[in-house]
């Protein structure tokens, strides 16, 4: 599935700034339910980039 001008426009910033932190990118996929794409970053950081371009962080940081 290809992402959408808007979530490539969107992705292109987000990495960006990741890169400007020196944070490590591991994973950029889309979902083939929802058509989000997906970002995985750093320690903590999960960024979904929805096909309007929308985007929506989570911490993945663990709990203990």
Known sequence: MEP????KTVMYRIC???TKM????????TDTRTGDLI???GEEIEASISP???VSYEST????
Do not use: C, M, R, S
């Not at 490590?24 to 996929?29: F, G, H, N, Q, S």
């Not at 940081?61 to 203990?64: G, I, S, V």
């Open 52 to 54: 309007e371009g929308k």
């Open 39 to 41: 970002i995985i970053a």
């Open 22 to 29: 020196y944070t490590p990118i591991y994973l950029v996929t």
């Open 4 to 7: 959408t001008p808007e979530q």
């Open 16 to 18: 960006q700034q990741l």
């Open 61 to 64: 940081e663990a709990e203990f």
